[in-house]
């Protein structure tokens, strides 16, 4: 049983940035750890995966070389950051931190997700 605690979320003009930060409780060895978000009237895409053996990340297009997934397994295995820079209204949503437990390639739809945190509202202004 995992349990994720998401925090950091905020409003921010264009162009800003902000850092969520996804807390867990519970055992994380070989485990998918990934961020989703959700649009009002949209579904809930992937935006990043981390996996806790190994360190192979994800990214989905529309966020690349402006997030970044981390997680520091010497100092804080049990957190997980997304930081978002050049931050751009479209990046407007409900964010949430997601686990599985696998063997393999992280999925990147959201039904393959067993655990959810509460999610954390991010606003982007223009």
């Known amino acids: 049983l995992l349990q994720l605690v998401e925090s950091g979320g905020g409003s921010v003009q264009a162009g800003g940035s902000l850092r969520l930060s996804c807390s867990i409780s519970?055992?994380?060895?070989?485990?998918?750890i990934g961020w989703f978000r959700q649009a009002p009237e949209k579904e809930r895409e992937h935006v990043a995966t981390i996996y806790t053996l190994g360190d192979q990340l994800y990214y989905a297009d529309s966020v690349k070389g402006r997030f970044t997934i981390s997680q520091d397994k010497a100092v804080d295995p049990d957190t997980v950051f997304l930081q978002m820079d050049s931050l751009k209204p479209e990046d407007t949503a409900v964010y949430y931190c997601?686990?599985?437990?696998?063997?393999?390639?992280?999925?990147?739809?959201?039904?393959?997700?067993?655990?959810w945190g509460q999610g954390a509202q991010v606003t982007v202004s223009s």
């Open positions: 997601a686990a599985v437990r696998l063997v393999g390639a992280c999925p990147v739809r959201a039904d393959a997700y067993h655990y």
């Open positions: 519970g055992t994380t060895h070989r485990t998918c």
